[in-house]
């Protein structure tokens, strides 16, 4: 069984950049779907993207793409999410997630898909 555990959360101002990061213990993470979540105070938590098992494909909620980058670590235990241009609205907490029920070239939006949760890393963009 893998366990997730996310850094790199802040408190930055609008326009910044933020990395945050995903480190698996365990198991590698190259047999898993993995996606970033986010959820803010009093609301659900929603998608924010994912990349698939083999070929890098990714997949971006509208309210990051372009500003969002999805990547693995080389090592193979470790996901990231680049975060650029800021926005108050981005002030989340953010979870990494891993699952296994897509294909290895397809990506997951739907938090229910997912298996494994880290504990979340606290972002907070001031305007």
């Known amino acids: 069984q893998v366990q997730l555990q996310e850094s790199g959360g802040g408190w930055v101002q609008a326009g910044d950049s933020l990395k945050l990061s995903c480190i698996a213990s365990?198991?590698?993470?190259?047999?898993?779907?993995m996606g970033w979540f986010r959820q803010a105070p009093g609301k659900d938590r929603e998608f924010v993207a994912s990349i698939s098992k083999v070929g890098g494909r990714t997949e971006y909620a509208d309210s990051v793409k372009g500003r969002a980058t999805i990547s693995r670590g080389n090592a193979r235990i470790t996901l990231d999410l680049q975060m650029n241009s800021l926005k108050p609205g981005d002030t989340a907490v953010y979870y990494c997630?891993?699952?296994?029920?897509?294909?290895?070239?397809?990506?997951?939006?739907?938090?229910?898909?997912?298996?494994?949760w880290g504990q979340g890393t606290h972002v907070t963009v001031s305007s």
């Open positions: 997630a891993a699952g296994q029920r897509a294909g290895s070239f397809e990506t997951m939006t739907r938090w229910s898909d997912y298996d494994t």
């Open positions: 365990g198991r590698t993470l190259s047999s898993y779907v």
